[in-house]
């Protein structure tokens, strides 16, 4: 099980930005890990993943060029950075592991894109 806390999400007009945070406690935040959102009525997907030291980042088709997954492990948080943002963004955003450590879901960051 993680202990994971998200923030950072908002209500942003589309074309704007937003910094996302999570904050996983403990040594799960060695893994490689990963951001999820679920669109609202859709199943929960993968946005975009990190190695463990950061030197890797894997993206989404959504999400390439527009958003920038990073870690700092000195402070065991994750970030995902989101620019150009569509109402098509407008979801939950969750961190996790990746993949996903199954049933381990924190409460996620509400993202809200208006047109």
């Known amino acids: 099980q993680l202990r994971q806390v998200e923030s950072g999400g908002g209500l942003v007009q589309a074309g704007g930005s937003l910094r996302l945070s999570c904050t996983i406690a403990?040594?799960?935040?060695?893994?490689?890990l990963a951001w999820y959102r679920r669109p609202p009525g859709k199943e929960r997907e993968f946005v975009a993943g990190i190695s463990r030291n950061g030197t890797a980042t894997y993206y989404a088709d959504p999400a390439k060029g527009r958003f920038t997954i990073s870690r700092d492990n000195d402070k065991n948080t994750i970030y995902l950075q989101l620019d150009s943002l569509k109402p098509e963004d407008t979801a939950v955003y969750y961190c996790?592991?990746?993949?996903?450590?199954?049933?381990?879901w924190g409460q996620g960051t509400q993202v809200t894109v208006s047109s």
């Open positions: 996790n592991t990746y993949p996903a450590t199954r049933d381990s």
């Open positions: 403990g040594r799960a935040f060695r893994n490689y």
